[in-house]
């Protein structure tokens, strides 16, 4: 089945404590992204890359990092979490970028919670 | 800067009516409009995309039509059922960028009541 996946789905952490949600697909799509989704702001993107190695910010990108060294993975990595970053986030991936073919998929979600 | 806006922000109608959700977007360049559904708690499944060069998309009970040069596209939902309460997204990707980033309305919630 053609998905997006993301794990964990819910997390409750501390303040500072590293930590990194996974996002896979297994449509060899070239283009993934994330979004937060927070009440009254909607959806905002904050990392996108285009290809292995190519990443770039989005809208709203501060104290986030990513990598993507495999066409499949795209990890949204927190090094220090900070409560303004309890949110809901959304993995995206498309075939590739600047078309207007490219339906975008979504994962479930990861409900963050930074106490 | 593109915006997008969804009207109304809340619907409830009953069982088996026919129905209308309407989305808004003030910049008329976009490659394509992409219309999702959302239930509580849960992750985006997409419903239909339009693309610029496109006037409508069906799909079973859905409808979606788009009419770019007004910055405008509608949602139709035939025969609504219970299962179809959820929050309906729209999201346009803006042509000239490379970043297929979605813009994202804010969303109507609707209700069908059996």
């Known amino acids: 089945e053609a998905q997006v996946t993301q794990n964990p789905r819910y997390l409750i952490t501390v303040t500072g404590k590293k930590l990194t949600v996974t996002c896979s697909q297994n449509m060899n799509h070239e283009y993934m992204s994330w979004y937060r989704q927070d009440p009254g702001l909607g959806l905002r993107q904050i990392y996108y890359s285009m290809n292995v190695e190519v990443t770039d910010k989005g809208d709203v990108p501060e104290g986030y990092k990513v990598s993507r060294k495999e066409k499949r993975n795209f990890p949204l990595i927190l090094e220090s979490p900070s409560p303004n970053q309890t949110s809901l986030y959304f993995c995206?991936?498309?075939?590739?970028?600047?078309?207007?073919?490219?339906?975008?998929?979504f994962g479930p979600g990861t409900r963050l919670t930074v106490l | 800067k593109q915006e997008v806006t969804q009207i109304p922000a809340a619907l409830s109608v009953p069982e088996g009516e026919n129905l209308v959700l309407n989305c808004s977007f003030t910049d008329s360049a976009i490659y394509n409009l992409q219309w999702f559904r959302q239930d509580p708690g849960k992750g985006l499944t997409s419903l239909l995309l339009?693309?610029?060069?496109?006037r409508e998309q069906t799909s079973g009970r859905l409808n979606a039509s788009l009419d770019k040069s007004s910055g405008r596209s509608t949602l139709y939902i035939a025969a609504s059922q219970p299962g179809d309460s959820a929050t309906y997204l729209c999201a346009v990707t803006n042509y000239g960028g490379a970043t297929n980033k979605l813009i994202f309305g804010t969303g109507t919630l609707l209700a069908v009541q059996p």
């Open positions: 995206a991936s498309t075939l590739t970028s600047g078309s207007s073919y490219n339906e975008q998929f």
């Open positions: 339009i693309q610029s060069s496109q």
